[in-house]
Nanobody
Framework: QVQLVESGGGLVQAGGSLRLSCAAS????????IGWYRQAPGKEREMVAT???????NYADSVKGRFTISRDSAKNTVYLQMSSLKPEDTAVYYC???????WGQGTQVTVSS
């Protein structure tokens, strides 16, 4: 069974950068798309970025040009590099194994103005 563990969240000033990691266990990781999603207080969870098993990427309009998703299959890890962060990026960020619809526990990102 696949398990996902996110890390890398924290407090950063507006304009700063963070890199989130999603480490996965289980051999099925390489065969599935992985997504990063976020949920701000009082708002619904939304897609931030996804990456397919062959590396095709998709981004929400709100993060295009600022965030980059990538995967290292040898390490069973997907990354989300976030730059030019804004206060509205504040949320709990989750990664998701799209094939099995399995979520990680989330990591908090807070951007101060």
């Amino acid at each position: 069974q696949v398990q996902l563990v996110e890390s890398g969240g924290g407090l950063v000033q507006a304009g700063g950068s963070l890199r989130l990691s999603c480490a996965a266990s289980g051999s099925a990781f390489r065969l599935s798309g992985i997504g990063w999603y976020r949920q701000a207080p009082g708002k619904e969870r939304e897609m931030v970025a996804t990456i397919s098993s062959v590396g095709s990427t998709n981004y929400a309009d709100s993060v295009k040009g600022r965030f980059t998703i990538s995967r290292d299959s040898a390490k069973n890890t997907v990354y989300l590099q976030m730059s030019s962060l804004k206060p509205e990026d504040t949320a709990v960020y989750y990664c998701k194994h799209i094939g099995y619809s399995i979520w990680g526990q989330g990591t908090q990102v807070t951007v101060s103005s």
